[in-house]
């Protein structure tokens, strides 16, 4: 009976004879075609009169021992399990709703759109340009770790604080830059500065602390307050960056935890916050025992003589939490950052971070290590930031002479974008994918938390001064149209 029921179809090349096998024998037993106790016949009549190896044969048959479908007695033969439950699966789903997992409702803090930019043409969120990076230095430094010496240090497990190498070079280097007095316990290396807003915000916070930020902000950072429960409180942000004064009021009206800040490059606007500000928060932040959380995303890009100091380089009481990336210095492919606070801190932060990432990529860290070392990233930086400030003065030429009909704004002081105020009635999310149809991708303002203005950040470090041009060519295009 059984093996006038099996038909094998030899010309199915996409499912093979042991599967087809197996399903159609499966499907008997859950139909109730052949019973629980039926006995099968031997392997080697099975494989004779279905034209199959017996091996095949024999092959399927465990496998489906295996599975619980049939049980073999030895001495007797194989036979359909005695003890199988061929209930049909819709009957079993409605009766005890259990058939599948439950469906997920993604929250709202959830559900931003990832955009990912592969126009040929690009006036992103300010991002550096890939052509410039160290790539050749980095992969010669990665290779030599890769192959080179005893490999069993570096291949094993790690310290989740990140390769000691790397933070005794950071040490040297935020001393140099930042006039920071740090030790490498004191630094946690971190995937990027989202990964070390997520940890501090697990450590340091609990549902329903309040929280401040500016009234303009990253959107990133406000999603990720948001969904921890945090509540977040808006202070207003002028052409100095954060309003300190407004800050002290809200402080002394509520228990406040923590603030987002982004000093250096106000993000979006990416005005600079001056020392008496900085201050001020400082002295707010002690006072009232609030910590701060500083996202020094491109520090290393500024085009004044001399870069303001970041607040984590002042004494501050070990309130001040200051996360930086190379994602500026290199690219955003590599995700390494790193969380400068005390040891106490970091160590805490570190043992968190083990229950979700056990470390990070030990031999990139190495390598970039090395290049701090050698000096290689000080001196593209050097050099990178020269080409960006005329590639920020080159814009801003274009949109004055180009656009200066439809947008306004201001050249920055630093940083990789600017500001733009596009005039009403200009429809940027319109604009955004009008753009995209000629091949250029520009931000339509959704990555901004609170955007009030009709405004959005104009990259210009990605792309170089022929690139620029034909963006804001596009641009003047789709305006006048």
């Known amino acids: 009976m059984l093996i006038e029921l099996l038909k094998i179809d030899r010309q199915n090349t996409e499912e093979p004879l042991f599967r087809q096998l197996t399903l159609q024998i499966t499907d008997l037993i859950k139909t109730e075609v052949i019973k629980p106790g039926y006995a099968l016949p031997g392997t080697r009549k099975l494989a004779e009169q279905l034209g199959l190896h017996r091996q095949t044969v024999v092959s399927a048959i465990d496998q489906l021992v295996i599975e619980g479908w049939l049980e073999t007695t030895p001495g007797r033969g194989t036979f359909v399990a005695e003890k199988i439950d061929t209930t049909p699966v819709e009957f079993a789903s409605q009766s005890c709703g259990k058939g599948q997992a439950p469906h997920l409702n993604i929250p709202i803090t959830l559900q931003r759109d990832l955009h990912l930019t592969t126009q040929r043409y690009h006036l992103d969120d300010g991002l550096p340009d890939p052509r410039l990076a160290p790539s050749g230095e980095l992969a010669r430094a990665y290779k030599s770790y890769l192959t080179g010496g005893n490999a069993y240090p570096r291949f094993s497990y790690g310290d989740t604080k990140g390769q000691l190498y790397l933070r005794k070079q950071l040490c040297d280097y935020l001393q140099e830059t930042r006039g920071m007095q740090v030790s490498p316990d004191q630094i946690l290396i971190t995937r990027g500065v989202t990964q070390a807003l997520y940890l ?132 955003p492919v590599f995700r390494v950052g790193y969380l400068v606070a005390n040891e106490n801190q970091i160590d805490y932060l570190a043992r968190i971070r083990r229950m979700v990432d056990r470390q990070g990529d030990g031999l990139l860290e190495l390598a970039i290590g090395d290049l701090l070392h050698t000096g290689v990233i000080q001196r593209y930086l050097r050099k990178n930031r020269k080409i960006y400030q005329q590639r920020r003065d080159h814009f801003g030429q274009l949109l004055l002479k180009y656009l200066s009909d439809y947008v306004r704004f201001n050249l920055p002081l630093g940083g990789m974008s600017v500001w733009t105020h596009f005039h009403n009635p200009i429809d940027l999310k319109k604009l955004y994918h009008q753009a995209l149809k000629r091949d250029l991708f520009i931000t339509s303002g959704e990555q901004i938390a609170g955007a009030k203005f009709n405004a959005t950040r104009l990259g210009f470090a990605s792309s170089n001064e022929e690139e620029l041009e034909e963006c804001v060519r596009i641009l003047r295009r789709l305006l006048i149209s």
């Not at 916070?205 to 930020?213: I, S």
Request: proline residues 5%.
């Open 200 to 331: 501090c915000i697990n450590g340091l916070l609990k549902p329903g602390d309040k929280v401040v930020v500016g009234e303009l902000n990253w959107e990133s950072a406000n999603a990720n307050f948001l969904h921890h429960g945090m509540e977040l409180i808006k202070v207003r942000v002028d052409e100095e960056g954060l309003d300190v004064d407004h800050l002290e009021e809200l402080m002394s009206q509520n228990e406040i935890k923590m603030v987002y800040v982004t000093p250096h490059h106000q993000y979006p606007t990416t005005v600079i916050m001056p020392a008496a500000r900085r201050i001020k928060l400082i002295q707010l932040a002690r006072a009232y025992g609030v910590y701060l959380f500083e996202d020094d995303y491109d520090y290393d890009f500024y085009y004044s003589a001399h870069p303001v100091m970041p607040l984590a380089s002042a004494e501050n009481g070990h309130y001040v939490l200051y996360a930086g990336s190379f994602t500026k210095a290199i690219s």
